[in-house]
């Protein structure tokens, strides 16, 4: 109690506000600003390399990052890439990275009407960026319904994914819902949709400040650092298996992401992670998720 109520002294807020909507964004924490002000007497572009200011940054930036990695319990076979806009920012990535995300004009401009579209399953209990955003998208989209015990109906699902078994299949499912806190049991759910050569996507936004997700039953993780206690500011994060990422092309090919420009060619860099970086990336944003 006396350690809970030295992290309460520290909250940033009005001490006659009681705060009830961390499921929507944490508050901010002294101690992580403190950290952060310290940090910004030596901040710089990381694109820079030559000022020892930058060559600081850099190293925080990387650090961050393998911090990020070890804290989620995450191995060596995913990337994590820190999406701009929260969990919403790390699913549009990943349909950037699987060809389902398109703008409207584009489809528009095309009048594409794709064949063969890869199939998406979404839960009972999907907040509006892991439903609309795939309904948008270039895929076909099914709801899995609730069972009679308000749980992620399985049967339901193995029966879909039976009659869908020839199809690229792509599940995505949120680990708790938003509203009432009821888990998925996405252990299970792993396993069915591997049986089937699927990719399953979780979606820890709700989760993440109470339990770490194990990455043996996960092929991409959506993540909202900024629901956590002193998370304001951050990014979000994607973390998705390597073995999903095969494009030698960036999604945005920007500055950062080349090794040679000339007036007719261009080389793209090898790490993935940077060449998904392109600009300046949100090098605050990072350090402060992490």
């Known amino acids: ?16 506000i009681i705060y009830f909507d961390y499921t929507a964004s944490g508050q901010a924490y002294n101690p992580i600003e403190k950290r952060i ?3 910004l007497k030596t901040y710089a572009n990381t694109h820079s390399e030559i000022s020892s200011n930058a060559i600081i940054t850099s190293k925080l930036y990387e650090k961050a990052r393998k911090n990020l990695k070890k804290n989620l319990e995450i191995d060596s076979s995913f990337y994590l890439i820190p999406a701009g806009t929260g969990a919403t920012g790390a699913i549009k990535k990943f349909q950037e990275l699987m060809g389902i995300y398109i703008p409207p004009r584009t489809r528009k401009r095309y009048k594409i009407e794709p064949i063969k579209l890869p199939l998406v399953l979404i839960g009972p209990y999907e907040h509006h960026s892991n439903e609309i955003s795939f309904r948008e998208g270039l895929c076909e989209v099914i709801r899995i319904p609730l ?4 749980c992620i109906d399985l049967s339901c699902l193995e029966k879909k994914l039976k009659v869908n078994k020839d199809r690229e299949i792509i599940a995505s499912f949120s680990v708790a819902s938003n509203v009432t806190g009821v888990l998925s049991d996405y252990k299970s759910i792993y396993k069915m949709i ?4 699927g990719i399953l996507c979780l979606d820890a936004a709700a989760i993440s400040p109470y339990l770490n997700i194990d990455c043996n039953y996960y092929d991409v993780l959506f993540l909202s650092p900024h629901k956590l206690l002193g998370g304001v500011g951050s990014c979000g994060l994607l973390v998705i298996k390597k073995e999903l990422c095969i494009d030698e092309e960036p999604t945005f090919a920007g500055g950062g992401t080349v090794t040679y420009v000339s007036r007719k060619s261009h080389n793209f860099i090898d790490d993935f992670e940077i060449k998904e970086d392109a600009g300046t990336p949100g090098i605050m944003q990072l350090i402060r998720a992490s």
Do not use: F, G, P, T
């Open 1 to 16: 109690m006396v350690k809970l109520r030295q992290i309460r002294k520290e909250i940033i807020s009005n001490k006659n």
């Open 37 to 39: 002000q310290k940090i």
């Open 147 to 150: 069972d009679d015990k308000d």
């Open 194 to 197: 591997k049986k089937y050569n």
